[in-house]
T-cell receptor, first 114, second 115 residues
Framework: ETGVTQTPRHLVMGMTNKKSLKCEQH?????MYWYKQSAKKPLELMFV???????ENNSVPSRFSPECPNSSHLFLHLHTLQPEDSALYLC?????????????FGSGTRLTVV | DQQVKQNSPSLSVQEGRISILNCDYT??????FLWYKKYPAEGPTFLIS?????DKNEDGRFTVFLNKSAKHLSLHIVPSQPGDSAVYFC??????????????FGKGTKLTVNP
């Protein structure tokens, strides 16, 4: 247990489904992130939230919709996804959006779109 | 365009020997570099970092070297242990267009330490 909890661990969804990924941290961090890891590709930053405010949207398609109700919780709402969206989705948190403190990652949600 | 490159997808080393993992970057504005370690079915965990104003940082068996002129960094693990077998990601810290600091990751190198 790293301090960042992601649920579910695995998710299989059809292209017409709507689902949500959840991330929770109780480390007292105020920055949270969504990353995507596709096969044979680097980790790709999707969204950054700092003190609940979105400070970065890395040109992510609108079928991915983040929500950050407070500094401890982060959601990624999914709808009408494509098979190429199948990947490992990682949530991370850090103090003050400063990478040199080291991000704490969750274990990820393995998403398969069929 | 990949700003952080790990050109070796895999590395195999004998227990007790040195493991050297390499990373190259293209953006001279990166000011901080980090290494993460990832076991299967787990998220990456922070291992060691180095500021761009330094050329070496050591933490136990792990040492990171930075060569700014060559835009190259490396992670040395000595002595290597079977428990070190994992995927190692190199990451660089830079400021995005939105003004946030973000980590840019390489594709990772899978290290296997054989007993």
């Amino acid at each position: 247990e790293t301090g960042v909890t992601q649920t579910p661990r695995h998710l299989v969804m059809g292209m017409t489904n709507k689902k949500s990924l959840k991330c929770e941290q109780h480390l007292g961090h105020n920055a949270m992130y969504w990353y995507k890891q596709s096969a044979k590709k680097p980790l790709e930053l999707m969204f950054v939230y700092n003190f609940k405010e979105q400070t970065e949207n890395n040109s992510v398609p609108s079928r991915f919709s983040p929500e950050c109700p407070n500094s401890s919780h982060l959601f990624l709402h999914l709808h009408t996804l494509q098979p190429e969206d199948s990947a490992l989705y990682l949530c991370a948190s850090s103090q003050d959006n400063r990478p040199f403190y080291g991000y704490t990652f969750g274990s990820g949600t393995r998403l398969t779109v069929v | 365009d990949q700003q952080v490159k790990q050109n070796s997808p895999s590395l195999s080393v004998q227990e007790g020997r040195i493991s050297i993992l390499n990373c190259d970057y293209t953006n001279s504005m990166f000011d901080y570099f980090l290494w993460y370690k990832k076991y299967p079915a787990e998220g990456p965990t922070f291992l060691i970092s180095i500021s761009s104003i330094k050329d070496k940082n050591e933490d136990g068996r792990f040492t990171v070297f930075l060569n700014k002129s060559a835009k190259h960094l490396s992670l040395h693990i000595v002595p290597s242990q079977p428990g070190d077998s994992a995927v190692y990601f190199c990451a660089a810290s830079g400021v995005t267009q939105g003004g946030s600091e973000k980590l840019v990751f390489g594709k990772g190198t899978k290290l296997t330490v054989n007993p």
